[in-house]
């Protein structure tokens, strides 16, 4: 993914001519550096901006620095539809039809939580009864679908500018919990609002949680848990991390489809939710706290 985009780099990418861009970027409709030379230099978050505003299609997606040739956009997805079509991609193996369909639907305005909690929520409820149905061919569907989402949430992840300066949120699944996808979708939700947000994957210890958010001052901790293998062992390393999180300001999110099997008592700082759209308000939610010092 480029950090800047010429102007003509940006108008082939959205079909207009140069000169428009270069209008709209002296009307302050798009923020424009400008190189030592005096040369325009529009940055992809400025340019992704644009586009999910305005309602613009990119037509050439490589000129953004994106994969594929398809277009995305604003009237290329719609979300009554996506539903169907994900799971029509994720059934055939299509993975540069999934990765065009999600950039469409985030390009088209839609936030990342909206598309994780509808489109492949639902289809990754249909795809996991393929399992009890299907034997190992239901276990092949579903396992490659899985590698096909991870690979378009990376692509859109990339597009995704993260702020220099900005709260801190770090979080991974949960100890024994292998699955990547949803830990994925967390971090890329979370710097969509502009978090400074760092994703540690599978199988996090408890420990790593603490200790990065201690060093690097992260306000929001999140734990994504889709699979336990000891509830009661988890339940009470969560109790202990909130013991030691104490009145640092962090607060603790923990999700998934296995979180009902731990039973956690309410404690300040911790919150328990069943959607990305959950997640995201509650982290908003922090950033609005002051910090302790």
């Known amino acids: 993914m480029k950090d800047l985009l010429s102007p003509k780099e940006f108008a082939e990418a959205i079909g207009v001519s140069q000169s428009s861009i270069k209008r709209w970027a002296d009307e302050g409709r798009i923020e424009a550096a400008r190189t030592a030379g005096g040369h325009r230099r529009i940055p992809i978050?400025?340019?992704?901006?644009?586009?999910?505003?305005?309602?613009?299609?990119?037509?050439q997606p490589q000129a953004l620095g994106l994969p594929g040739s398809s277009r995305i956009g604003r009237g290329v997805a719609r979300l009554d539809t996506a539903t169907d079509e994900l799971e029509a991609h994720l059934r055939s193996g299509s993975a540069s039809a999934c990765r065009g369909l999600v950039l469409s639907l985030y390009f088209s305005g839609l936030e990342i939580a909206e598309i994780a909690d509808g489109p492949v929520r639902v289809c990754f409820q249909r795809l996991g009864s393929l399992f009890e149905h299907k034997g190992d061919e239901g276990i092949f569907v579903e396992h490659?679908?899985?590698?096909?989402?991870?690979?378009?949430?990376h692509t859109l992840r990339s597009v995704i500018t993260e702020p220099t300066e900005g709260p801190m949120a770090i979080g991974g699944a949960a100890p024994g919990d292998p699955y990547q996808l949803p830990t994925l979708i967390a971090s890329t939700a979370l710097a969509s609002i502009g978090f400074r947000a760092i994703n540690l994957g599978p199988d996090t210890p408890l420990s790593t949680l603490e200790e990065a958010a201690r060093r690097h001052g992260a306000r929001?901790?999140?734990?994504?848990?889709?699979?336990?293998?000891?509830?009661?062992g988890l339940r009470d390393s969560v109790d202990s991390l909130m013991d030691s999180l104490g009145e640092s300001g962090t607060g603790l999110a923990i999700g998934g489809r296995a979180v009902g099997q731990i039973s956690l008592r309410p404690r300040p700082g911790l919150f328990v939710g069943r959607s990305m759209s959950e997640l995201v308000a509650f982290a908003r939610g922090i950033v609005t706290l002051p910090a302790s010092s």
């Open 45 to 59: 978050a400025e340019a992704v901006r644009f586009v999910r505003e305005t309602g613009a299609s990119v037509i």
């Open 144 to 153: 490659r679908a899985t590698q096909i989402c991870l690979q378009a949430f």
């Open 220 to 232: 929001v901790l999140w734990m994504s848990i889709s699979a336990v293998e000891d509830p009661e």
